[in-house]
């Protein structure tokens, strides 16, 4: 029980249970981490006298905590069924993320507009539900943080600045990322458009 309370803070209480459920059955051990820049959520398969590793980032919204905990669990079931033999997001992988996201959405935990938005993400899932943008704007909507704005929703030619206080001028966009000028040192580089950036100076 301590275990379902702990992951109700995490996640929509509703879910708890059924992820509870998996880390008992699956002897994973399943980790809450600080936040990390480049990725969500981790699994790491068996080694040695170890077992199942699952840890997903302590920052997330519970939409997107839960989201991302079935997606790695669809890895764990992955390699039980196939270890090294298919490729990490390969269609195996698909339909058991498509499998274990199936109770969560016939409970009807997610509220509309992102129960719609991961129906869609489920006809083709990509490698990270972050790659998917409409599901990583449906997701973002639940976020807590008021103060940043996502580089997409800033004019061209604001003046931004992330986390680790770099500054940069929001440039054309290129595919799916925007080409951004560091102001600190002259170097390009390209930005995902869910990017969350803090406006310094309104783009003319």
């Known amino acids: 029980m301590e275990k379902v309370n702990v992951l109700a803070h995490y ?14 059955y699956f002897q994973c051990e399943f980790k809450i981490s600080k936040s990390r820049a480049t ?3 981790d699994y790491r398969h068996p080694f040695k006298q170890l ?26 079931l992955t390699w039980n069924d196939h270890k090294n033999k298919v490729k990490p997001h390969g269609e ?26 991961i129906t869609d993400y489920l006809n ?5 539900s972050c790659t998917d943008l409409k599901l990583s704007r449906a997701l973002k909507r639940y976020d807590a943080l008021k ?15 992330i986390k680790d206080g770099r500054r940069f001028k929001k440039g054309e966009q290129l595919r799916k990322r925007f080409r951004c000028e560091c102001l600190d040192n002259g ?8 990017a969350e950036v803090l406006a310094l100076s309104t783009g003319t």
């Open 11 to 24: 996640m929509p209480p509703e879910a708890a249970p059924v992820i509870a459920k998996w880390i008992d």
């Open 39 to 41: 990725k969500l959520g």
């Open 51 to 76: 077992g199942h590793k699952i840890s997903v980032n302590n920052n997330l919204n519970s939409y997107a905590f839960l989201v991302t905990t079935v997606h790695e669990f669809a890895h764990l």
């Open 92 to 117: 195996e992988w698909k339909v058991n993320f498509k499998r274990m996201m199936a109770p969560f959405l016939q409970k009807q935990i997610f509220p509309e507009d992102l129960r719609l938005a």
């Open 124 to 128: 083709n899932p990509s490698a990270s």
């Open 147 to 161: 103060d940043h704005t996502r580089l997409e929703e800033l004019p061209y030619h604001t003046v931004f600045s």
């Open 187 to 194: 170097n390009i580089y390209l930005f995902s458009p869910l």
